[in-house]
C-alpha cells in the first residue's frame, strides 16, 4: 500500500500519543474538506514587549502538553496524535494604529491548518503602543473553545507577569470523560487506490466574515435578571432572539422554523474537571419552531426545556455511538463529505455560550476590554455565534460565509425590548 503520505512521519510515530477519539476524528476529516478551526481573541489596553510574548509562549510548552502535538496518519490506521518537534508558532506584528478586531479575526480564520505539517495550534498578536489583539487558534481535534480559551488565558497571565499558569489537569478523550467502551480499529480499510485519492478533493473557501457587538452591562444584567423569573435562561433568550432577529431576513426562519447548535461542555458535567484541556465538547441540536405569534419570553423557555434532556448522561454516550458509527470505516476526506452532509448533524445556528465562564478583566497592567469567540464551521449558510460575558457585559461574535447583515444589532433590540 502506498505510504507517501507517512514517509515524514516515520519518526514521529515512536512519539505516538493516542488514536484520535471518533469527535476527534470527525473534525480530522472536516478539517480537511470545510475548516473549522477554533479562536479565541481579545483586545486590551496596556503594552508587553515582544520579548515577554515569546518567551510566555515558549514557557506555556512546559504545563500545555498538547502545545507540543500533531497528527499523523497510517494507511489501513486510525489518525493519531504524535509529539511534535517543533514549538507551537507565534506570530507578533506592531501595527499602529492596530487592525479592527473583526479583520484580525477574519483573517486568522482564513488560514486553516495543515495537519501533515507541525503543530495544531498557534498565536497571533498584533501590538500596538498601549493597546493589542491577541488570538489563539486551534484545530478542532485537538481543542474545544473552552480549551483555547484556558489556554489563552494562560498567556495573558505569563506574559503579564500576574502568574505562571493555571492548574492544567489531565488530557482526556470526550469516550473516556463520558465512560464509552472502546471502539478499536476500523471495520473497513481503503485499498490502494482508494489510498491513493486521499488528497483527491477540494477544500471549502475557507475566508468568513465576522461581526462584533458588546451588549451594555445594564442590557447584559437586565437579560439574566428576567430570564431567571421567566423560568428560563439567558441562552434561552439568546436563542429566541436570534430566530427573531434572523427572520427579519430569512422568513423562513419564522415561517418553517431552523435547527439551532447548542455546544455542550461535558466539563460541567464532571467532577473537578473545569480546567480539562482537549475537545470536550458535544452539539446539541434542536428545532426551533416557527414562530408563530407566540410571546418572547414562552419562546425562550421552550427552547430552554427543549436543551435539557440532549444535557443527560445517556445522551452524550448516544451521541459517541453515533460518531462511532459515523466514523467506523476508513474513508477519504471527500467520502467523508457526502456522509456528513447526509447525516442528522445539519443546523442553520449555533450559539455557543461560555455562561460558566467569566475571564479575569485584568492582567497585572493590562486590561481587557473585548473578546471574540467562535469557529468557522458549519454550511455556507450557518450562523456561527459566540457569546462571552466580560466585565458584565455580554460580547457576542457573529461568524458566517454568507452573514445575515445586522444579525447581531436586531437581536440586541430584540432583547431591550422584551426585557423592558
Known amino acids: 500500500?502506498?505510504?507517501?503520505?507517512?514517509?515524514?512521519?516515520?519518526?514521529?510515530?515512536?512519539?505516538?500519543?493516542?488514536?484520535?477519539?471518533?469527535?476527534?476524528?470527525?473534525?480530522?476529516?472536516?478539517?480537511?474538506?470545510?475548516?473549522?478551526?477554533?479562536?479565541?481573541?481579545?483586545?486590551?489596553?496596556?503594552?508587553?514587549?515582544?520579548?515577554?510574548?515569546?518567551?510566555?509562549?515558549?514557557?506555556?510548552?512546559?504545563?500545555?502538553?498538547?502545545?507540543?502535538?500533531?497528527l499523523c496518519k497510517e494507511p489501513g490506521e486510525r489518525p493519531c496524535f504524535v509529539r511534535s518537534k517543533g514549538l507551537a508558532p507565534i506570530s507578533v506584528i506592531d501595527s499602529h494604529p492596530i487592525q479592527q478586531m473583526t479583520t484580525f479575526l477574519e483573517a486568522e480564520l482564513a488560514k486553516p491548518f495543515q495537519f501533515r505539517e507541525g503543530p495544531l495550534v498557534r498565536a497571533a498578536i498584533i501590538r500596538g503602543p498601549n493597546e493589542s489583539l491577541v488570538a489563539?487558534?486551534?484545530?478542532?481535534?485537538?481543542?474545544?473553545?473552552?480549551?483555547?480559551?484556558?489556554?489563552?488565558?494562560?498567556?495573558?497571565?505569563?506574559?503579564?507577569?500576574?502568574?505562571?499558569?493555571?492548574?492544567?489537569?489531565?488530557?482526556?478523550?470526550?469516550?473516556?470523560?463520558?465512560?464509552?467502551?472502546?471502539?478499536?480499529g476500523y471495520r473497513k480499510v481503503l485499498g490502494d487506490a482508494e489510498w491513493e485519492k486521499q488528497n483527491d478533493y477540494e477544500t471549502v473557501d475557507t475566508r468568513v466574515y465576522t461581526r462584533y457587538l458588546k451588549l451594555?452591562?445594564?442590557?447584559?444584567?437586565?437579560?439574566?435578571?428576567?430570564?431567571?423569573?421567566?423560568?428560563?435562561?439567558?441562552?434561552?433568550?439568546?436563542?429566541?432572539?436570534?430566530?427573531?432577529?434572523?427572520?427579519?431576513?430569512?422568513a423562513e426562519w419564522l415561517r418553517d422554523g431552523l435547527y439551532c447548535n447548542t455546544p455542550h461542555d461535558v466539563r460541567r458535567a464532571l467532577p473537578n474537571a473545569n480546567n480539562l484541556p482537549g475537545m470536550l465538547t458535544i452539539p446539541l441540536i434542536t428545532f426551533l419552531r416557527p414562530a408563530g405569534d407566540r410571546p418572547f419570553w414562552e419562546m425562550a423557555r421552550e427552547y430552554r426545556a427543549d436543551l435539557a434532556q440532549p444535557r443527560s448522561a445517556e445522551a452524550r454516550l448516544a451521541f459517541v455511538r453515533q460518531m462511532d458509527e459515523l466514523t467506523t470505516d476508513e474513508q477519504t476526506p471527500a467520502a467523508f463529505l457526502q456522509r456528513l452532509i447526509k447525516s442528522p448533524i445539519q443546523y442553520e445556528l449555533m450559539i455557543t455560550d461560555f455562561a460558566a465562564y467569566r475571564p479575569v478583566v485584568d492582567y497585572g497592567d493590562l486590561h481587557l476590554k473585548a473578546i471574540a469567540t467562535g469557529n468557522n464551521g458549519g454550511a455556507t449558510q450557518t450562523q456561527t455565534i459566540g457569546v462571552c460575558t466580560l466585565d458584565g457585559s455580554m460580547n457576542l461574535t457573529q461568524i458566517s460565509k454568507q452573514p445575515i447583515e445586522h444579525l447581531l444589532e436586531s437581536a440586541r433590540e430584540i432583547l431591550s425590548k422584551a426585557c423592558s
Open 1 to 70: 500500500m502506498n505510504a507517501s503520505i507517512t514517509d515524514r512521519h516515520s519518526a514521529s510515530l515512536e512519539h505516538k500519543l493516542r488514536s484520535l477519539d471518533s469527535f476527534e476524528e470527525f473534525f480530522f476529516y472536516m478539517e480537511q474538506v470545510s475548516p473549522a478551526l477554533h479562536c479565541q481573541m481579545v483586545h486590551f489596553t496596556g503594552s508587553v514587549e515582544e520579548g515577554r510574548w515569546r518567551k510566555a509562549w515558549e514557557d506555556l510548552h512546559f504545563y500545555h502538553p498538547l502545545l507540543h502535538t500533531q
Open 136 to 184: 489563539v487558534l486551534a484545530h478542532h481535534s485537538l481543542y474545544d473553545g473552552m480549551g483555547s480559551l484556558l489556554l489563552l488565558q494562560d498567556l495573558l497571565r505569563a506574559a503579564s507577569g500576574a502568574s505562571r499558569h493555571s492548574s492544567v489537569g489531565a488530557w482526556t478523550s470526550l469516550r473516556d470523560a463520558v465512560g464509552s467502551p472502546d471502539r478499536g
Open 216 to 250: 451594555s452591562s445594564e442590557l447584559t444584567s437586565g437579560i439574566e435578571q428576567r430570564a431567571r423569573v421567566e423560568g428560563t435562561t439567558p441562552h434561552g433568550a439568546l436563542m429566541a432572539a436570534m430566530q427573531l432577529a434572523g427572520g427579519r431576513t430569512r
